[in-house]
């Protein structure tokens, strides 16, 4: 026996040649054991149990541990109550284990061979690999190659996964239970007759039946010939399918069916393709069945190929065969809508933006639009523009286009287009220093056009303006500032319209503005709460302005493309007064808790030049720079006077009325409210509501209110609920209605809606949705998350 002080394990070498690490607590020795042939035969056998006796009070029952070879320059340990070796085979026995580079195989019996690396384990078999952990009855295990199979198995996978809105997410592991499962890499798994969930394996909620799986960690699992089911009971089938395995993966595939009922639609069956090709770009594609009416498309493009630049569209169209009308024909209501957006950051400081927008008719959007804010959109406009601001300068170049559909039966539209039209202009700059003089201007030209049921333009009429202004802001003290800006605008039309018709002739209109903006004093007062150290500050701001246009002859020669050509003749005067309400925290913290403006304008000029037409709708700049509600039916001399009162103290609530109150008429003609709650964290509420009363020749009467109510969020553990109605109170019947109720629990959730349309006469519709959400991977049904209104 021969002591090392500085060893921390004990060497052996026995009569079988094998190498033995014996770990002694609070000893350092080493044991060479030779063959017993120095000892009387008669006592050999008592010299184990004098050895065991001696090294008692040290070992105890400790594990022996052996290194073993595992390849050319690997060493694995092998650590076990019982061993022995029998040329290259290890037997041990007791709490066996077995570490090699990270991988970790116990058991309670365990054969190794150490010319071919293979183990052999059996009896409570457990395998660890970083996030992997297996237990089984038996494995055979190549430690240097890490391939293994083991019989009757339970696994677990770990898969971290990152926080997505859209998708209920689980900490809990992958798990699932095999008859067999052969590894093939640190990153493969065959699993053959199997299920497996995302739920806790005691009482798993849901399950995927496969015979034979196949497990990339990090990408996906694909399962073959399998069934999933719900409490057991199995619901659908998929010969193929996939799941993602990893915390940003995206596997092309089909995509699950969906199954749906509607009123109108009748009975809904539809499917899906996804592909994706590379980590910048994807697209789907599918096609519904509607068995009452036909079948729609869907098709969804997206694609970044650069930090900078990316890309979307969107398809959606219906091949209709029409209602079932009572004399026997068939109203089709089909058609498509297309959207395209594209956003770009160039050299140089440029910046590309498009945003195309198509509809083939209003009639097919409010027939087929899945919401209700979808359907009452009446409008499509499109835009694209390349611009670059240096130095104070901007230069654009842009295409826009805007079609107001105003009917349905028959469809009407206006058609205004501006393409294509290149603007140019600069901000106010001072060119001497030391003098308030600062100079501005602003000019584009480019080619308009504009359809509707009276006038057709053609394609392409020339338009251009150029406007420089001058501004001197003048400040005595800090009581009052007096800000004056004149400005020059030349403009040129190449048609316009003569006894309403458009004529091939060009016109100029060469206009002046003066404008004097007026600020007086505010008034200030801060109070303070002594028991909690807030303070409150309120502020009195007065304004007024004059504004005066001159030069605009003949208005009605002016075709109207956009607010550009409502500039007419005025001679105004605007005032008002805003209160704020600040509030500040103890902590230093200061917000905006109320502020409430009322204006009005007076004109001195009240036909504008001769602009405005008595008994009918006029709008110019003049009049809706004050309110957006129209009110001019007839010489104006006072607008209305506009009140906008605005809680929003942050965080729970906050809340906004608008009022219009017009003197001429003295009445109330527009009343705008909307309120927002949320009390608690979980609780959410809506209430808006809009009546407008005024001439039906301004505005058609309407009296609508729209509310929405909920608790709970998308992908909240537990209960959800939520519900929503649009009330027509004038024509005294629900618009639309829908409820929406769901339960999320920690590997699943389940949801489902009702939805009432009602846009008649296009469309009167029920609407039932279900969908059942497997955490981690994605939805089954038709509620689709993104009309959630969580």
Not at 344 to 356: E, F, K, Q, Y
Not at 614 to 636: E, H, K, M, Y
Not at 691 to 711: E, F, H, K
Request: net charge positive.
């Amino acid at each position: 026996m021969a002591a090392r002080t500085n060893a921390q394990e004990v060497t052996a070498e026995n009569g079988w040649n094998g190498t033995i690490r014996l770990g002694f607590p609070g000893r350092t020795c080493a044991i060479l054991m030779r063959p017993l042939t120095l000892l009387p035969a008669a006592s050999r056998p008592l010299f184990p149990l004098l050895i065991g006796l001696f090294f008692l009070p040290a070992v105890g029952h400790g594990a022996q541990k052996v290194s073993l070879p595992a390849g050319r320059t690997g060493i694995a340990d092998l650590e076990a109550i019982r061993q022995e070796r029998r040329g290259d085979l290890y037997i041990a026995e007791g709490d066996v284990v077995i570490r090699y580079q990270g991988m970790r195989l116990r058991a309670d019996k365990m054969q190794y061979d150490a010319a071919t690396y293979d183990a052999l384990a059996s009896g409570h078999v457990q395998f660890d690999y970083e996030n992997q952990h297996l237990e089984a009855d038996e494995a055979r295990v190549n430690v240097r190659t890490g391939h293994g199979l083991f019989t009757r198995v339970r696994g677990t996978v770990r898969i971290d996964r990152k926080p997505n809105f859209n998708v209920l997410v689980t900490t809990n592991p992958l798990y699932f239970e095999a008859e067999q499962v052969e590894r093939i890499n640190a990153g493969t798994y065959i699993i053959r007759h199997a299920w497996m969930t995302v739920c806790l394996p005691d009482h798993p909620k849901w399950k995927f039946y496969a015979p034979r799986a196949r497990l990339k960690l990090d990408k996906e699992v694909a399962l073959v010939n399998a069934n999933f089911r719900l409490f057991r009971v199995p619901l659908i089938y998929l010969p193929y399918a996939t799941a993602p395995a990893g915390s940003n993966v995206r596997q092309s595939g089909i995509l699950l069916p969906a199954i749906a009922n509607s009123s109108s639609k009748g009975f809904v069956f539809g499917d899906a393709l996804y592909w994706a090709p590379n980590p910048w770009f994807d697209t789907t594609l599918g096609a519904e069945l509607l068995s009452r009416r036909g079948s729609s498309e869907r098709a969804d493009v997206r694609a970044r190929p650069w930090e900078n630049i990316s890309f979307s569209y969107h398809y959606f169209g219906v091949i209709d065969r029409g209602l079932l009308q009572p004399d026997g024909t068939r109203a089709r209501q089909g058609g498509h809508e297309e959207r395209a957006s594209f956003q770009a950051l160039l050299p140089h400081g440029w910046r590309a933006v498009a945003d195309v927008n198509e509809l083939s008719s209003l009639t097919f959007r409010l027939a087929f639009s899945d919401t209700f804010g979808e359907a009452a959109n009446s409008e499509v406009r499109s835009s694209s523009f390349l611009t670059n601001n240096f130095g104070g300068f901007s230069l654009n170049f842009a295409a826009l286009s805007d079609k107001s559909f105003l009917s349905i039966e028959p469809e009407t539209s206006v058609v205004v287009r501006s393409a294509p039209e290149a603007r140019f202009s600069s901000v106010e700059q001072a060119p001497w220093k030391g003098l308030p003089f600062y100079f501005g201007f602003s000019a584009y030209a480019g080619a308009v056009h504009r359809a509707d049921e009276n006038l057709n333009t053609a394609t392409a009429v020339q338009r251009s303006e150029f406007a420089p202004r001058v501004t001197v802001p003048l400040h005595w003290g800090s009581w009052l500032g007096v800000t004056t800006t004149a400005a020059f605008r030349s403009m040129f039309y190449g048609t316009q319209l003569q006894n309403g018709a458009v004529v091939d002739q060009g016109v100029y209109r060469n206009a002046g503005e003066f404008t004097v903006e007026i600020r007086p004093p505010a008034l200030e007062r801060v109070f303070e709460e002594k028991s909690s150290g807030r303070k409150w500050k309120h502020v009195i701001e007065p304004e007024l302005t004059y504004h005066r246009v001159t030069g605009v002859v003949d208005f009605s020669r002016f075709i109207r493309y956009d607010e550009n050509d409502t500039l007419t003749n005025t001679n105004e005067v605007e005032y008002g007064i805003t209160q704020r309400l600040y509030r500040k925290t103890a902590d230093g913290q200061a917000e905006e808790f109320l502020s409430w403006s009322v204006v009005q304008k007076h004109y001195f000029d009240p036909t504008f030049g001769g602009a405005l037409v008595p008994g009918a709708r006029n709008v110019f700049q003049a009049l809706d720079s004050i309110t957006p509600f129209a009110f001019a039916d007839g010489p104006r001399n006072w607008s209305p006077i506009v009140s906008d009162l605005r809680l929003t103290p942050g965080g729970r609530y906050d809340a906004e009325f608008i009022l219009d109150y017009d003197p001429q008429k003295k009445k109330v003609t527009s009343i705008g409210s909307l309120a927002r709650v949320r009390p608690y964290r979980d609780f959410f509420a809506t209430v808006a509501h809009f009546r407008m009363q005024s001439d039906p020749i301004l505005q058609p009467l309407s009296n609508q209110i729209r509310a929405l109510v909920g608790y709970g969020q998308l992908n909240r553990k537990g209960f959800n609920v939520s519900a929503g109605l649009n009330y027509d109170i004038t024509q005294r019947f629900l618009q639309s209605q829908l409820v929406q109720f769901s339960y999320n629990g920690g590997c699943c959730g389940l949801a489902l809606e009702y939805r009432r349309l009602a846009l008649i006469p296009v469309r009167t519709e029920n609407q039932f949705r279900i969908s059942l959400t497997i955490a981690n991977i994605g939805t089954f049904g038709n509620l689709r998350r993104e009309e959630k209104v969580f």
